[in-house]
């Protein structure tokens, strides 16, 4: 049953995360394989840090046990994602999009939940 709960725990924070970024480029008129002007990527990413810090929220509170390890999972999973995205010949977002993914986006996973264990006490 721990086994279930850590990998929802980890699939409801990461959808909370890319649900709400699909939604703020939706909002904008944009859709994933497009390339906005970069106005608009500097404040996707500003938006996408909260974002992630409520999808490791949830991620910990659903996980309701070890939730540093549980969010740092998915730092780990972003970070590697961003990284990757580097690499892929059809990626054509400027590379400090990519490397916006790996620092600062993905460490805010970990801050959530490191406020979710810290509001436990």
Sequence with gaps: ?????????????YLIFAVAM???????????????PER????SIFCECP????????AALVANRKELVHTGILTGILAVMGALSVLCPQNELPLWVNL???????PCFLLGGLIRKKSKK
């Excluded at 699909?22 to 906005?36: C, I």
């Excluded at 608009?40 to 404040?43: A, G, M, P, Q, R």
């Excluded at 974002?51 to 949830?58: M, R, S, T």
């Design 100 to 106: 916006a993914t790996v620092f600062p986006i993905a």
């Design 22 to 36: 699909l939604l703020l480029w939706m909002v904008f008129g944009y859709r994933p394989k497009d390339v906005p």
């Design 1 to 13: 049953m721990k086994i279930i709960r850590s990998l929802l725990s980890l699939i409801i924070g």
């Design 51 to 58: 974002f992630a810090i409520g999808g490791g929220y949830v």
């Design 40 to 43: 608009f990527l500097v404040f």
